[in-house]
């Protein structure tokens, strides 16, 4: 399996909707200092899947992820 095969699959996008429509307050708090690339410059996406897994966020130039519990 490819790594585009891996990135956010069909499948699991009503789940990752979901997600996002009802964040929890340490996800809100986090991407406000996420967005607009303010952290040097880095994009971060929301609730992205990989493989069967649904990242809080994922930055694709450093290919880091960040899961908060």
């Keep these: 399996m490819s790594y585009e095969q891996l990135n956010n699959k069909p499948e699991l996008k009503e ?4 997600l996002r429509n009802e964040p929890t307050a340490e996800e809100i708090l986090l991407s406000n200092h996420l967005k607009g690339k303010q952290l040097d410059g880095r994009k971060f996406r929301r609730q992205h899947s990989f493989g069967n897994f649904i990242l809080d966020f994922y930055c694709p130039s450093e290919k880091l992820a960040i899961e908060l519990d």
């Design 15 to 18: 789940y990752r909707w979901a």
